[in-house]
C-alpha cells in the first residue's frame, strides 16, 4: 500500500543532542513537509521541499535541519540549537506541492527532552 | 498576513445527531482553497473536504458538508448522523495562492457520545 512512513513514533533528546526524524513516501510525491505540532496550536510549518536537493524554511526552521537526496525520503534534524524540541513531528506529501492539493500525513514522531 | 481561527476548542455531540464546527479565516487575497483535516486519537491527519473559493457550491463528502460563506470569511463544517469514528480533533486550514502559505487554525476537539 501506498503511504507515508515516519519513525521511530517516540524518540528522546538528552541536552545537547541531535537527532533525526525519519520519513519515508512510496507515493511518488515530488512535495515534502514536515510540520511541528504543540498543544492548543495548530500545525506549523518548519521546512518543504518541492524536489530533489532542494529545500526551503518553514515559518519555524531555526533549529531544524534537513535533506532531500533521494524523492522518497525526507528526514528532519532537531539540532541542540533547538531549546524548546518536545512536540508531536509530523510528515507530509503532496503531488506537485502546489499547495492547494491534498496533503498526505504520516503518522508522526512524538519528540520529548530527557 | 492570513489567519485561521477555530473558536470552539472542545465541542460534544450524541451519536446520530448534527453537529457544526465554526471556522472564520481572514485574508487580503481573491483566490485560496480551505480545508477540514481529521485528526483521530492515532493522530494522522487525514483531508475531510476541500473547498475552492471561485467555487460558489458548497462542497460535500458523503455525511461532511460545509457551509462557505466568502464575504463573512467563513467555512462551517457539518457532521451529519455523526458517528463514533468521528471522534477527534478537526483542523481548519487556509491556502493563497498569492504567498503561497498553508495556515492551520489551533482545531476543535470533538467528542461523540454513544
Known amino acids: 500500500d501506498g503511504g507515508i512512513t515516519q519513525s521511530p513514533k517516540y524518540l528522546f533528546r538528552k541536552e545537547g543532542q541531535n537527532v533525526t526524524l525519519s520519513c519515508e513516501q512510496n507515493l511518488n510525491h515530488d512535495a515534502m513537509y514536515w510540520y511541528r505540532q504543540d498543544p492548543g496550536q495548530g500545525l506549523r510549518l518548519i521546512y518543504y521541499s518541492q524536489i530533489v536537493n532542494d529545500f526551503q524554511k518553514g515559518d519555524i526552521a531555526e533549529g531544524y535541519s534537513v535533506s532531500r537526496e533521494k524523492k522518497e525520503s525526507f528526514p528532519l534534524t532537531v539540532t541542540s540549537a533547538q531549546k524548546n524540541p518536545t512536540a508531536f513531528y509530523l510528515c507530509?506529501?503532496?503531488?506537485?506541492?502546489?499547495?492547494?492539493?491534498?496533503?498526505?500525513f504520516g503518522s508522526g514522531t512524538q519528540l520529548s527532552v530527557l | 498576513a492570513q489567519t485561521v481561527t477555530q473558536s470552539q476548542p472542545e465541542m460534544s455531540v450524541q451519536e446520530a445527531e448534527t453537529v457544526t464546527l465554526s471556522c472564520t479565516y481572514d485574508?487580503?487575497?481573491?483566490?485560496?482553497?480551505l480545508f477540514w483535516y481529521k485528526q483521530p486519537p492515532s493522530r494522522q491527519m487525514i483531508l475531510v473536504i476541500r473547498q475552492e473559493a471561485y467555487k460558489q457550491q458548497n462542497a460535500t463528502e458523503n455525511r461532511f458538508s460545509v457551509n462557505f460563506q466568502k464575504a463573512a470569511k467563513s467555512f462551517s463544517l457539518k457532521i451529519s448522523d455523526s458517528q463514533l469514528g468521528d471522534t477527534a480533533m478537526y483542523f481548519c486550514?487556509?491556502?493563497?495562492?498569492?504567498?503561497?502559505?498553508?495556515?492551520f487554525g489551533t482545531g476543535t476537539r470533538l467528542t461523540i457520545i454513544p
Open positions: 486550514a487556509l491556502y493563497n495562492f498569492g504567498n503561497e502559505k498553508l495556515t
Open positions: 485574508t487580503s487575497e481573491s483566490n485560496y482553497y
Open positions: 507530509a506529501s503532496s503531488a506537485m506541492g502546489t499547495g492547494s492539493e491534498k496533503l498526505f
